[in-house]
């Protein structure tokens, strides 16, 4: 199992690079989710520029992005196309509420099930930035990019997908709240309680 990271784009609505703010414990938002990583797996990279977090090389590779500016996506196949395990875990770093024990329950439901991806069905829509990605994605992921799309979702009828619904998860005792993501200062303060 490997753990990727992704950093997102460039953070337009937050006005500053989300990956870098300061969460009330002290750590960056990428340090939380880096050590989030290392519950779960030995291996934790992340996935943006190398010129933006080569200070965080030293806890795991930095992997820059094959098709760049190509979103979500994009940073889907840079991992799967760097990655030496079948099994892959990428979440986004703006999920600041994610859990260890989440992930790993993930993890686990995954290779119950051994579809090429298993994602969370909650709040609404699928969760594509926090699911287990098997290597085989990766080619599919190169196709829908080198047709010139984007979508993630479309990529799901074309392979094995589990998707696990809110009732399962609630079932397990996660709330879909725990999926909630930061996209600007207002949404982090409402989730975390913090200044701008």
Known sequence: MTVFVLTGGRSERMGTDKALLQLP??????????ALGASV????CVVGPLERYAS???????????????????????ALSNTQTDWN?????DMPLLTAALLRWLVDRAKEYEA????????GRLQTLCGVY????????????EAGLNKIDSIYTRVS???IEEDELRGAAFGPELFANCNNKDEMRKLLGIGS
């Open 56 to 78: 965080y090389a030293w806890a795991g590779k930095i992997i820059e992005d094959v098709f760049p500016g190509r979103g979500p996506l994009g940073g889907i196949h840079a």
């Open 41 to 44: 797996a030995r291996e934790v």
């Open 161 to 163: 997908t589990r998707v």
């Open 89 to 93: 875990l990428i979440f986004a770093v």
């Open 25 to 34: 414990s002290g750590e960056t938002m990428l340090e939380h989710a880096m």
């Open 116 to 123: 090429v991806v298993t994602i969370p069905h909650a709040d």
């Open 134 to 145: 098997r290597r085989d994605f990766g080619a599919e992921a190169q196709k829908e990019l």
